[in-house]
DNA sequence: TTAGAACCGTACCGTACGGTACGCCTGCGT
DNA sequence: ACGCAGGCGTACCGTACGGTACGGTTCTAA
């Protein structure tokens, strides 16, 4: 019995009330984990559980609003594309890694990405789906042309574009994600931030080094 | 109030009945994603709930105990360790490539791995100890030594044997593992099961030309 | 044969939570 | 001034499920 359910293309448009009550439920959704329920996102956002339904239709449309509202607000800082000689390219591909590392150990997108694995647990997929879109994808959509442009530069050297990039990501993410989602407590947020320079360093230079056509490096 | 609990280190042992009795609990959760009940189980394995509490004292105990079972049972064949030419560490090498991904990738370990993720976003990390042990752990607990053994032999270059194994990580799951858990829809098993062989191939590429110390290839 | 332990099946209890109903208040348009 | 829509708070309902109790059955051992 969903009301008035945005679609996915749709710029979700959200009263400031509204996004008060979506607040409510990723505070309560970092704070307590999968733990949420009707009755403490009315409370906490004061206001009628009669309201969230109106809203958001039954629960799994609270969540789903939820994900999909926070997620599409990482929208990662654009990169320059224009200049394309090896040391942009370079910084460009840096900024890639740094932004993806930092989203993804980000207490906001480990909530999401838990929520959303333990959403697909039971045969639903529409939130992994969403945080896939927003979280991977987007960095992919916006890194693959500038791997192409790269490679038109005759800086790259690479047949599948998709393969570069998850080769890209293999090498940023290595096993830091499912650490930190299975909850490693030996992989502390904060421990890791302090390495994040070191490791986008070296995951560049590894890149470059499996694809840059430059072999003197 | 649990009964009997085995410790982690003990190799637990159940009886075969017992056994039964977790084997009917991965089926369910195999099946109905994380819809695990008492009740459920306990029909499956023709059994009472009484006996259930009785052997693993609540609910999540027997999750705990059906993960650490499961998952220990997941032994990768051993690999040769003795010879240590180019030619035998490669085929090492590719042999854990191998390995991780097929374990990866299977049905089992995705429904442990998004039961355990479950299971950390409500401040319990046990489940995710268990599977970050029995998976990634085992598999970097046998495989850094013959890095090391490789190193000294001058056949690989590395500073850190942890970094160096991390990388391989990277380069092997990419971003399967998340995928499978979020439920891609795109990436299908008998897709990605299609492609291993490709994969390992190219992973254990990757990983000797940035670590191999032999630069010709 | 009998005592008792283990265990099955089922009924039962309490609670938590999704979802609904309703009374009341507030603000806004006429 | 009045009516009404929107929304708050709360009470309420139904159900699902964790956990317990208990009678009956089978198996074992003396």
Same mark, same amino acid.
């Given at each position: 019995?969903?009301?008035?359910?945005?679609? *996915?293309? !749709?710029?979700?448009?959200?009263?400031?009330?509204?996004?008060?009550?979506?607040?409510?439920?990723?505070?309560?959704?970092? %704070?307590?984990?999968?733990?949420?329920?009707?009755?403490?996102?009315?409370?906490? $956002?004061?206001?009628?559980?009669?309201?969230?339904? *109106?809203?958001?239709?039954?629960?799994?449309?609270?969540?789903?609003?939820?994900? /999909?509202?926070?997620?599409?607000?990482?929208?990662?800082? /654009?990169?320059?594309?224009?200049?394309?000689?090896?040391?942009?390219?370079? $910084?460009?591909? %840096?900024?890639?890694?740094?932004?993806?590392?930092?989203?993804?150990?980000?207490?906001?997108?480990?909530?999401?990405?838990?929520?959303?694995? +333990?959403? @697909?647990? =039971?045969?639903?997929?529409?939130?992994?789906?969403?945080?896939?879109?927003?979280?991977?994808? @987007?960095?992919?959509?916006?890194?693959?042309?500038?791997?192409?442009?790269?490679?038109?530069?005759?800086?790259?050297?690479?047949?599948?574009?998709?393969?570069?990039?998850?080769?890209?990501?293999? &090498?940023?993410?290595?096993?830091? /994600?499912?650490?930190?989602?299975?909850? !490693?407590? +030996?992989?502390?947020?904060?421990?890791? %931030?302090?390495?994040?320079?070191?490791?986008?360093? +070296?995951?560049?230079? =590894?890149?470059?080094? &499996?694809?840059? @056509?430059?072999? +003197? /490096?």
């Amino acid at each position: 019995m969903r009301v008035p359910m945005i679609s *996915k293309i !749709d710029e979700e448009v959200f009263t400031p009330r509204q996004q008060a009550v979506l607040t409510a439920a990723l505070d309560l959704l970092v %704070e307590n984990g999968d733990g949420l329920t009707m009755t403490a996102v009315a409370r906490r $956002a004061s206001c009628s559980k009669e309201t969230l339904y *109106k809203w958001f239709g039954d629960r799994d449309g609270l969540l789903t609003a939820t994900v /999909q509202w926070q997620a599409a607000k990482v929208r990662m800082p /654009q990169v320059n594309r224009s200049s394309l000689n090896a040391k942009a390219l370079r $910084a460009s591909v %840096e900024q890639f890694a740094r932004d993806l590392l930092t989203v993804l150990i980000g207490e906001i997108s480990i909530t999401l990405n838990r929520t959303a694995v +333990t959403h @697909a647990a =039971q045969e639903k997929d529409s939130l992994g789906a969403i945080v896939l879109e927003n979280g991977p994808m @987007a960095i992919r959509r916006r890194l693959k042309p500038i791997l192409e442009a790269g490679r038109d530069a005759r800086l790259l050297r690479f047949d599948s574009s998709e393969d570069a990039y998850r080769t890209f990501f293999g &090498l940023v993410v290595r096993d830091v /994600q499912i650490r930190l989602l299975l909850g !490693d407590k +030996t992989l502390t947020q904060i421990n890791v %931030e302090a390495n994040i320079e070191a490791d986008v360093q +070296t995951a560049t230079d =590894q890149f470059f080094a &499996l694809y840059g @056509a430059d072999k +003197t /490096q």
